[in-house]
């Protein structure tokens, strides 16, 4: 009996390390499961923080595709690029504090010009395709693996794009299907380019058995040319991207064309209206059909988007965006942050309440759940209070609920500000009352809603002001966001010292120019609000960092938020 009972735990850990080696591969999972990865692109060449990256979580968004050009110089010697590396490694961290998955993006390396570049003519033709010239390939393939090791045993890295948007030749070719345009590649130019991803793949292999691998099609990863090439590997990830029409999203000024409208369609080969049905059917129709061919791999539309906005850009963002999800294919718009101008960048589009902007974060995931800061727990109060809670981004909407016993209870929805004044509370002594704030996306659908956050207590009672029982935990070190956020002229912007100390705020622009001080002063232990009026200064983000120094002890306290000035 003893044996058997040692062979059932043999049988049983040999089960488990089954059970594991399985759930060891995770990364391809979420792959799987449709439209779990939903966020942006995001490059190191324009300056990015911290907090960049939590207002990206805390509006709901779980994903960035790190655009990193090569590890190593497109031409001989083939230099290390230290920089692109940095770069790199300062995203990735980032996503780690953050806590976003991230896909490494390849945009360059040797043999291989950063496609944009190539196509604008400020590069040569790029060589990595070209059959036989396997030395460049193979330097190519060792800075791939290179990066897989230098990530290897990150949960949250989920992917290795191979490299982006290729355009094997440069020059035009004439074809308007796959079939055609791997025939002129294959046929005309013995360009084979199954074959070099297989190289690169079965290198990867050697070292990560299960990463996924993000694998383009030619000419752009433009869908209507879906598909290239099937890979034989049972972790690949099939990416497409779309700037179709190309007239309406490249347009070089802004609100000069509108959406629907007629542009040049490649399937056609002439002029098409584009709505959504015709996205659907047409531009995305191929590479549906593909996703089914293939048993239902899964797709990343990997880039989308819009230069400047147009009539109807929000309309256009939003219906490429439902397609996504209704295919149940991840996405990545393109570009998170991508500088102070207009061009790309949403959050810069003057458009009414950032339309084209949050057209996207209405379809993200669930926002984290708000920290609640004022009245404290357990918080004596009068029939009057103002709750309190932390802003997560200027774009999150809130809803409070106050329980109040007997079955009285009040639901208020669709708060801007993170705070909400109650007037004339009923008072009932010595009852304990509480209340809860949940968060939501911008477009309020019940399942970007976060949870509420765990209830506070509170007491009214009409003869004292706010206090605090004693077995409470004093007040905390805390700068909240601004609220308004976006604000024009004024904002107010709170914060809590548990001690005396010796208190500094200030205001700087994006480039960290110093432009106003609004504290510099000792203050005793309390909770505090300053206004800030921005009359005098330009539409655009702000930062606004606090330095804490207490008189007594050597805790000190600092923090950095951003807040939008928006004319």
């Given at each position: 009996m003893y044996k058997i009972k040692i062979?059932?735990?043999?049988?049983?850990?040999?089960?488990?390390?089954?059970?594991?080696?399985?759930?060891?591969?995770?990364?391809?999972?979420?792959?799987l499961d449709p439209s779990f990865f939903r966020g942006y692109n995001v490059l190191y060449e324009t300056p990015k923080t911290l907090q960049d990256f939590m207002d990206f979580k805390n509006c709901g968004g779980n994903f960035f595709q790190i655009g990193t050009r090569g590890f190593k110089a497109e031409d001989p010697p083939y230099q290390d690029q230290e920089a692109n590396i940095a770069?790199?490694?300062?995203?990735?961290?980032?996503?780690?504090?953050?806590?976003i998955y991230y896909v490494i993006a390849v945009r360059s390396g040797p043999g291989a010009y950063d496609t944009y570049l190539e196509s604008t003519g400020q590069t040569g033709e790029s060589?990595?395709?070209?059959?036989?010239n396997t030395a460049e390939q193979s330097l190519y393939g060792d800075m791939l693996t290179s990066?897989?090791?230098?990530y290897a045993g990150d949960s949250l890295f989920v992917g290795l794009n191979l490299v982006v948007e290729p355009r094997p030749k440069v020059k035009y070719i004439a074809a308007n299907t796959s079939e055609l345009y791997k025939s002129f590649l294959e046929t005309i130019y013995n360009i084979h380019m199954d074959a070099v991803y297989s190289a690169w793949i079965a290198e990867i292999r050697?070292?990560?058995?299960?990463?996924?691998?993000?694998?383009?099609?030619?000419?752009?990863?433009?869908?209507?040319?879906?598909?290239?090439?099937?890979?034989?590997?049972?972790?690949?990830?099939?990416?497409?991207?779309?700037?179709?029409?190309?007239?309406?999203?490249?347009?070089?000024?802004?609100?000069?064309?509108?959406y629907p409208g007629t542009y040049w369609n490649i399937t056609y080969l002439s002029q098409q209206y584009y709505d959504k049905t015709f996205l659907q059917q047409v531009v995305f129709g191929r590479l549906k059909s593909f996703q089914g061919t293939t048993g239902g791999a899964p797709v990343l539309l990997g880039e989308f988007g819009i230069m400047l906005p147009q009539g109807g850009c929000y309309q256009y963002i939003s219906d490429v965006a439902d397609i996504s999800i209704a295919n149940g294919w991840h996405f990545s718009l393109w570009v998170w942050r991508g500088g102070l101008t207009e061009e790309w960048n949403y959050e810069m589009f003057r458009e009414v309440n950032l339309s084209t902007f949050l057209s996207v974060l209405e379809r993200f995931q669930a926002p984290p759940i708000p920290q609640l800061i004022f009245p404290a727990d357990s918080a004596v109060v009068g029939s009057s209070v103002t709750f309190r809670w932390d802003s997560l981004t200027a774009y999150n909407a809130y809803d409070i609920m106050i329980e109040m016993g007997d079955h009285i209870k009040i639901v208020v929805e669709n708060i801007k500000d993170a705070n909400y004044t109650v007037s004339g509370l009923p008072v009932k002594p010595g009852h304990v009352n509480f209340w809860k704030v949940r968060s939501k996306n911008p477009g309020l659908d019940p399942a970007s809603w976060s949870d509420w956050s765990a209830p506070r207590a509170f007491i009214v009672d009409t003869s004292v002001g706010y206090k605090m029982k004693p077995i409470n935990s004093p007040?905390?070190?805390?700068?909240s966001q601004n609220y308004p956020n976006p604000f024009n002229p004024e904002t107010k912007i709170d914060y809590s010292v548990p001690k005396n100390s010796m208190v500094k705020l200030v205001i700087y622009d994006v480039l960290g120019r110093e432009i106003k001080t609004l504290l510099n002063e000792v203050k005793s232990?309390?909770?505090?609000?300053?206004?800030?009026?921005?009359?005098?200064?330009?539409?655009?983000?702000?930062?606004?960092?606090?330095?804490?120094?207490?008189?007594?002890?050597?805790?000190?306290?600092?923090?950095?938020?951003?807040?939008?000035?928006?004319?």
């Open positions: 062979s059932y735990i043999l049988i049983f850990l040999s089960f488990t390390d089954i059970v594991f080696s399985q759930s060891i591969n995770s990364k391809y999972d979420k792959w770069g790199t490694d300062q995203l990735v961290n980032y996503c780690r504090q953050a806590g060589r990595i395709w070209n059959t036989g990066i897989v090791q230098r050697t070292i990560d058995s299960e990463l996924p691998i993000i694998t383009e099609n030619f000419a752009y990863s433009t869908p209507e040319l879906f598909p290239a090439y099937v890979m034989d590997d049972p972790f690949i990830v099939y990416s497409a991207h779309n700037y179709m029409p190309k007239e309406y999203t490249s347009a070089a000024v802004p609100y000069t064309l509108v007040i905390e070190f805390h700068l232990a309390g909770m505090y609000t300053l206004r800030f009026d921005g009359s005098s200064l330009p539409s655009g983000i702000y930062i606004y960092r606090i330095n804490i120094i207490p008189l007594e002890g050597n805790n000190s306290y600092t923090s950095v938020k951003k807040m939008v000035l928006l004319k």
